[in-house]
């Protein structure tokens, strides 16, 4: 042959490729417009020069079904099979085409060839029972996974993710848990796709569900697969106890690292279980990992297992960490910021005193700022109001602001509170805190005066969660002002919410509540206070069971006062009150 005449035939061979390549594409963007027969025709054209090429197969494979064609693949398949008997990709497709063509008995044969020519692959099997399960033939679909595991050496891992997933597509959930968990055994990247695969198990199957994971011969993986479905179902103590059973043994970098995720997972269950099980968590990550990671983990266990109640827990936590001379700075604040909460909480106020003095230089300002205004809350609910006042006395903020203008209420001191109260405006803290310190300057400026040592001393009961005693003292207060103004209403009002959550149906308080709203709204008063009684009686009357009275009550509200400000949560409380009323 002429050496001009190969060179020629060599360049157009250079550029089959991209010929093809461009060919396939336009036949993709023909198929993707719906010109379904147009997309056949580029691929049987490239399949001429190219009876191999896997692209066009596959788009033939798309488009032929619409046409009702799927016949002519087949053949093309068995060429392109012949040429490339060791492509599986060539195989699973012959196998795909005689599913569709609904020829079981060709499809069998082929697996088997498959099979015979590879008898070391699951891929024979797992495309049979895929191409089984896409018609909808699930039973035969299982049969051939558990032909192909005996085959394999009989492992229940061999096929386990397939037999998975196809035990989920017919909510067969107690079997798909099954063979997850076997699945795990052998892989731990598994156990994500798994959790998240087994979250979807509906409500009435997921004891099952755990029980297939947890039974007496579970593999520890298949253990911690069950605690992270039961984390992702928010159970978290549960979930715990599961996972403690999983590592246990000696521990591994696998441990660590199943610590770690664990921890992770529970940090988006946001109720308390979920923190103690997150700082628990935490807390046996740290003994495995080394400075400084050991350190902060530990101090971010211990706010973990304060926000879940755990303070035991979290106080060990704690002196482990004090204990550590090798802790960062960043960590130890953290840590002491979080044992300060715990002795306030567990009412060791002066040792809270004690570590909070200015000669600490452990904390953070935010912190110490934060913290002292928590040590004064503690000391007001214990009365202690001169010790609670000296907590705060160098603190400028806002909430410190703030906390001084309670203080001076307690004592008696309108005037002071109203001003701390006003001066901390009204975004300090939080916007129910706010909220609750404009409600009290507006009763506390109908009360009027500056000085009222009586409310003070009940509204210190209120807040030492003295509901009773807090009941008596406003009744007394509002005994000695002047009817018809001068805030005796507004006073009555206070104490008749306070009674009426106070106890549950039934209970006394509830019925000092009722005549105290019966009270205010006999009144005739012209301002806030009796809408809102009016308001506050029908939800009591709804939590008692009488809704039909209640909407008497909601009715009136509605038409004797209808420029109230109460008047849209009357309209749906009375929507609820309706409903609450049986049919007759």
Do not use: C
């Amino acid at each position: 042959m002429p050496r001009s005449l190969r060179a020629l035939l060599l360049g157009l061979g250079l550029q089959a490729a991209p010929l093809a390549g461009q060919a396939i594409g336009q036949g993709f963007e023909l198929e993707r417009a719906g010109r379904y027969a147009d997309a056949a025709a580029v691929y049987l054209t490239t399949l001429r020069t190219d009876p191999a090429n896997l692209p066009a197969l596959l788009g033939l494979e798309r488009v032929l079904p619409p046409l009702s064609r799927v016949a002519e693949l087949l053949p093309l398949v068995q060429r392109a099979r012949e040429r490339v008997p060791e492509n599986g990709m060539l195989r699973g497709l012959e196998l795909r085409v005689y599913a569709q063509m609904n020829e079981p008995d060709s499809l069998e044969a082929a697996a088997r060839r498959w099979a015979a020519a590879s008898p070391r692959s699951d891929a024979p099997y797992r495309e049979w029972a895929l191409a089984l399960a896409d018609r909808r033939v699930f039973d035969e679909a299982r049969r051939v996974l558990l032909l192909g595991r005996r085959a394999l050496g009989g492992s229940p891992a061999t096929l386990a993710i397939e037999l998975a997933e196809l035990e989920q597509r017919v909510e067969n959930w107690e079997g798909a848990a099954r063979e997850w968990g076997h699945a795990v055994a052998v892989l731990a990247d598994l156990l994500p796709n798994a959790s998240s695969q087994l979250a979807e198990t509906p409500v009435p199957q997921r004891t099952r569900v755990v029980a297939a994971l947890t039974g007496p011969d579970a593999a520890p993986r298949a253990r911690q697969l069950a605690a992270e479905v039961l984390l992702g179902w928010g159970q978290a103590t549960e979930a715990w106890r599961l996972f403690e059973q999983a590592i246990a043994g000696p521990q591994s970098p696998e441990t660590a690292s199943a610590l770690r995720r664990f921890a992770d997972l529970a940090g988006a269950v946001s109720t308390p279980a979920g923190h103690r099980v997150r700082g628990l968590a935490l807390s046996r990550w740290a003994e495995l990992v080394p400075s400084p990671l050991a350190e902060r983990a530990r101090a971010e266990a211990v706010r973990e297992l304060i926000d879940g109640g755990d303070r035991v827990a979290a106080r060990a936590a704690l002196e482990r960490l004090a204990a550590d001379s090798l802790a960062p700075a960043d960590a130890k604040s953290m840590a002491e910021a979080a044992l300060l909460q715990v002795l306030i909480a567990d009412g060791e106020l002066d040792g809270a005193e004690r570590r909070l003095a200015p000669s600490s230089s452990v904390l953070g300002g935010d912190d110490r700022a934060a913290l002292r205004q928590q040590l004064a809350r503690a000391r007001v609910a214990r009365g202690e109001l001169d010790r609670a006042d000296a907590v705060l006395e160098n603190d400028s903020s806002v909430a410190g602001i703030a906390q001084r203008g309670w203080i001076a209420l307690y004592r008696g001191d309108l005037a002071g509170a109203i001003a701390a109260f006003r001066s901390a405006g009204p975004f300090a803290v939080s916007r129910e805190a706010a909220t609750e310190r404009t409600a009290m300057v507006a009763l506390l400026m109908a009360v009027k005066g500056d000085q009222n040592r009586e409310l003070g001393t009940a509204l210190l009961a209120l807040a030492r969660g003295d509901s009773l005693g807090a009941v008596a003292g406003l009744r007394r207060v509002a005994s000695q002002l002047p009817p018809g103004g001068g805030g005796r209403v507004e006073v009555l009002l206070l104490a008749g919410q306070v009674a009426a959550r106070a106890g549950g149906s039934g209970a006394p308080q509830e019925a000092t509540a009722a005549q105290l709203f019966q009270e205010i709204v006999s009144a005739g008063d012209t301002g806030a206070a009796p809408p809102t009684a009016d308001l506050e009686w029908a939800r009591l009357l709804v939590r008692q069971g009488r809704p039909g009275e209640a909407v008497q009550h909601l009715e009136h509200l509605i038409l004797t006062y209808p420029g109230s400000a109460v008047v849209p949560e009357a309209r749906r409380e009375l929507e609820r009150a309706r409903g609450a009323i049986p049919r007759s």
